[in-house]
C-alpha cells in the first residue's frame, strides 16, 4: 500500500446558515481545498462524501450527485458515507485507503451537513436514529440521554461522586470553549472564551446531569481535504501532512457494551488498529481532536484511546492535562462543544484542524509550539456505533 | 423481534437462552451475545434486575412528551436492557443499584417506527 497525503484543507465557518443549501456549503469547503492544494477539479478522481441526514435536514437523498455536479466535477465515482456524527472521519479513511491501492492519485473527501433547518424536536428525533430503533428509541432515549446514562455509570463505577464528575464535566466545557471563542471557523467564535465551571453547572438541565453547557450545539457547515499519493503530494504542496495509519470499530445496542460504556470496546478496538499502523503510541501524540459532543464524552475517549488511565482523565483535565503544555493537547479547535457540530462534516473537519495545527497555522493561543509531528482524529458515530480514528503526521513514518 | 414485543405487551419478557455455553441473550438477537452461537433456545425472563444507570430526559424527540426516566436494567439473567423507567421525583445517584422489576410496557409509534413499538417499564422494588 502506497502511502497518502493530505494537500488541501477547507472548512466553512460552523454555525447557522440559513441561505446555503448543504451542497453550497460542501463546494465552498471543497473548492477552498482543491485551491488550497492548487488542484484543479478534473485532477480529482473519486468524491467521498460524509453526510448523515440530509434527507431529513433538507429532503436530499444521494447528496454526494449533487456535490459532483456543482463542484463541475466529471462523471467521477461520488460515494455517500452515512456513520452519523463519524461519517466523514470514515469517508477519509475509505478515500484514504482506495488512494493507498494505487486505484486513485488525487481524490477529495469531505463532509457536510445542515442541522438547524430541522429545528430541535425533529433533529433529536433523527439524530436517534442512529440507535437502536426497536429497543432504545422505543423506550424514549436520544443523544443528550447516551452520554448521561453513561455519566451516571461512569461515577459509580470508578466510585467518583456524581457532583465531582460533573465538575470536571464542566472544565471540558470550560477549555474547548475557550479553544472556539479563538477560532474563527467555529459557531461560539468570540462567544465563550472566558466561561466559569459554575456556569456550566448551573446552566439550563437538558437531561441529568448533563446541562446545556455539557452538550455541543446544533450546527450547519462543511469541511474538506484533498487526499494525494505520497509521490505525487509535493507536486501540490511544500507541509504535505501524512495519514500515517487509520482505524475504525463497530459497535451494537448499547446494552451490549454492559459496564464497559465507560470503556467502550469500539473505541479501544479502533484507536488500538490506528496506533498499530502507524507504528505510534499514545505518548507519541502531540495534538488530538476528540468527539466531545458531550463533557463526558471527552473523559471516557482519552481513557479509551489510552491518554490517561481509567477513571484519571476529568481530574487530568482539571489540571491542565489536556491543555497547552500538558499531556495531550485536545480539542485545540474547540472541539464539538467550542467549534459546532454539523454532523457529517465534524470527522473531516478534525482533520482540517489537525492539518491546520501540523502547518502552524491555528488561531493564536490555540497553536501547539513546538508545531506537532503527530497528531490523532477520533470520531464517533452513534452510541460507540461508528468509531474511526486517524493518525496523522508531518513525517512519512 | 414480534413475538419479543407481542409478550412484552402482554407483560412477559422473552429471552434466548445459548444451548452451547448458557448465556442469555435479550432483548432477541440471531446470535447469542456472549458466543455467537445460533443455537438458542426461548424462554421467560424474570422481569427483576438491579438498576445500572439513568437519566432524566428533557429535551424529547419529537413525537414525545418529556419529562420521563430512561434506564438500563441489568437483568438477573444478565443482559443489560434499555427501558423507561417509573421513578420517585427527584431521584438521584442513590437509586443505581436498587431492585427494580418489570411493571409493564409502553407502546409508541410515529410515522419513522415501521408501525407499533414496545418498550419494557421498570419499577423500584419496594
Not at chain 1, 452515512?82 to 463532509?111: F, N
Not at chain 1, 494525494?228 to 457494551?257: H, N, S, W
Not at chain 1, 491546520?356 to 509550539?369: S, T
Request: hydrophobic share 40%; with cysteine; glycine share 12%.
Amino acid at each position: 500500500m502506497r502511502k497518502v497525503a493530505v494537500v488541501g484543507i477547507g472548512h466553512t465557518k460552523f454555525g447557522k446558515w440559513e441561505n446555503r443549501t448543504a451542497v453550497e456549503l460542501f463546494s465552498e469547503a471543497a473548492r477552498q481545498a482543491l485551491e488550497d492544494a492548487g488542484a484543479e477539479g478534473k485532477e480529482v478522481e473519486a468524491l467521498f462524501v460524509g453526510s448523515a441526514l440530509p434527507d431529513f435536514g433538507e429532503g436530499q437523498a444521494m447528496i454526494q450527485t449533487q456535490c459532483r455536479a456543482d463542484l463541475g466535477l466529471g462523471l467521477i465515482p461520488s460515494t455517500r458515507f452515512e456513520g452519523a456524527c463519524a461519517s466523514s472521519t470514515v469517508a477519509v479513511r475509505d478515500a484514504c485507503m482506495w488512494v493507498a491501492s494505487g486505484e486513485y492519485d488525487l481524490v477529495l473527501a469531505g463532509g457536510t451537513e445542515r442541522v438547524i433547518p430541522m429545528g430541535t424536536p425533529l433533529a433529536t428525533r433523527t439524530f436517534a436514529m442512529a440507535l437502536n430503533a426497536y429497543q432504545e428509541v422505543p423506550a424514549g432515549l436520544t443523544f443528550p440521554g447516551v452520554f448521561a446514562l453513561v455519566a451516571r455509570l461512569y461515577s459509580r463505577v470508578y466510585g467518583i461522586p456524581l457532583e465531582r464528575l460533573r465538575e470536571q464535566m464542566a472544565h471540558v466545557a470550560v477549555q474547548n470553549h475557550r479553544h472556539g471563542a479563538r477560532n474563527p471557523l467555529a459557531q461560539f467564535y468570540g462567544k465563550y472564551e472566558n466561561l466559569r465551571v459554575e456556569e456550566v453547572l448551573s446552566s439550563r438541565m437538558v437531561c441529568d446531569p448533563l446541562t446545556l453547557l455539557d452538550c455541543c450545539p446544533f450546527s450547519d457547515g462543511a469541511a474538506a481535504v484533498v487526499l494525494c499519493a505520497e509521490e505525487k503530494a509535493r507536486r501540490y504542496t511544500d507541509t504535505p501532512v501524512y495519514i500515517l495509519g487509520t482505524g475504525q470499530g463497530t459497535g451494537g445496542p448499547m446494552g451490549l457494551f454492559e459496564e464497559e460504556l465507560v470503556k467502550p470496546p469500539s473505541r479501544v478496538f479502533s484507536a488500538r488498529m490506528a496506533f498499530r499502523k502507524a507504528g505510534l503510541e499514545p505518548k507519541d501524540i502531540q495534538v488530538l481532536e476528540l468527539h466531545d459532543c458531550f463533557t463526558p464524552a471527552e473523559i471516557v475517549a482519552l481513557e479509551a484511546m489510552g491518554f490517561f488511565p481509567e477513571g484519571r482523565a476529568g481530574e487530568a483535565v482539571e489540571e491542565g492535562q489536556a491543555e497547552i503544555g500538558g499531556k495531550i493537547p485536545t480539542n485545540m479547535s474547540g472541539g464539538l462543544i467550542g467549534k459546532g457540530h454539523p454532523i457529517g462534516a465534524t470527522g473531516a473537519s478534525q482533520v482540517c484542524m489537525i492539518v491546520q495545527q501540523m502547518r502552524g497555522e491555528a488561531p493564536k493561543g490555540n497553536q501547539v509550539d513546538p508545531v506537532p509531528e503527530f497528531g490523532m482524529v477520533d470520531t464517533m458515530g452513534g452510541a460507540y456505533g461508528t468509531l474511526c480514528h486517524l493518525i496523522l503526521g508531518r513525517v512519512r513514518g | 423481534m414480534a413475538e419479543y414485543e407481542e409478550a412484552l405487551k402482554r407483560g412477559k419478557m422473552l429471552g434466548l437462552r445459548c444451548r452451547e455455553c448458557g448465556a442469555v441473550t435479550c432483548p432477541p438477537m440471531a446470535v447469542c451475545r456472549k458466543c455467537g452461537s445460533r443455537d438458542l433456545e426461548g424462554m421467560e425472563m424474570s422481569g427483576r434486575g438491579e438498576l445500572m444507570t439513568f437519566t432524566v430526559i428533557r429535551v424529547p424527540p419529537e413525537g414525545m412528551q418529556g419529562p420521563y426516566a430512561v434506564g438500563l436494567v441489568r437483568t438477573e439473567e444478565g443482559p443489560w436492557v434499555m427501558g423507561r423507567l417509573e421513578l420517585p421525583e427527584g431521584a438521584g445517584q442513590e437509586v443505581l443499584g436498587r431492585k427494580v422489576r418489570l411493571a409493564g410496557s409502553l407502546v409508541w409509534s410515529d410515522k419513522y417506527s415501521a408501525g407499533e413499538r414496545v418498550a419494557p417499564v421498570f419499577r423500584l422494588e419496594t
